[in-house]
């Protein structure tokens, strides 16, 4: 099963992410995982990644496209993987489209999880008090909402304009969001 997982900041991709790993034995693929590790280590990479992550900002696309063409790559993906938080921008939805074609790799389901503007924040806000993290400061919140309109949005446009993404409300709670993305799975394992 491969998948991408869409949505704002806040939608609560990640948990979900985490549900579909251990229902698919898959691993999850979150660029925001690595860059975050990248830094830890503090590779070249890593340390010019964390300053425009504190602002809110995107990470260049040619540095992203990088990372998720290597990534894709590895053995622990052969029975397939999540996607989530790449693809980020129209550049990178299209790299991507050129890189699957390139490796003969097709995406079974792209699922973008809708979230309403004002409960994102009330949730990214919450999540940065309770991480304690420097990227909860308001600034950095309305940053990182203002790139997704601008700058992620285009890429469901993208992928509803090949047919290929299947939507599903993220307002419920986790068990209700889960049972959404399962049922336009399910038909695609016992297929
Ligand atoms: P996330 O954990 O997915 O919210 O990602 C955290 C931060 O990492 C984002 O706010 C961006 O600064 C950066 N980032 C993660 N994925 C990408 C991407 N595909 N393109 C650009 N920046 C990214």
Do not use: C
Not at 77 to 93: C, E, K, M, Y
Not at 121 to 143: L, N, Q, V, W
Not at 183 to 191: D, F, G, M
């Amino acid at each position: 099963m491969k998948l991408i997982l869409l949505g704002p900041p806040g939608a609560g991709k990640g948990t979900q992410a985490q549900l579909l790993v251990d229902r698919y034995r898959i691993p999850q693929l979150s660029t925001g995982d690595m860059l975050r590790a990248a830094a830890a280590a503090g590779t070249d990479v890593g340390v010019r990644a964390k300053t425009i992550m504190d602002r809110g900002d995107l990470v260049p696309d040619d540095i992203m496209v990088e990372i998720i063409a290597e990534r894709i790559g590895q053995p622990d993906t052969g029975n397939g993987f999540i996607l989530d938080g790449f693809p980020r921008t129209l550049a990178q939805a299209e790299a991507l489209d050129r890189l699957l074609e390139q490796r003969g790799v097709t995406i079974d389901a792209i699922v973008e999880i809708a979230v309403d503007e004002d409960v994102l924040m009330e949730r990214i806000e919450t999540r940065a008090r309770e991480t304690g993290g420097s990227r909860g400061d308001d600034k950095s919140t309305a940053k990182r909402l203002e790139n997704y309109r601008e700058k992620t949005a285009p890429v469901s446009d993208h992928y509803r304009s090949k047919g290929t993404l299947k939507r599903v409300d993220g307002m419920g709670t986790v068990d209700e969001v889960a049972a959404s993305i399962d049922a336009h799975l399910r038909p695609l394992v016992e297929a």
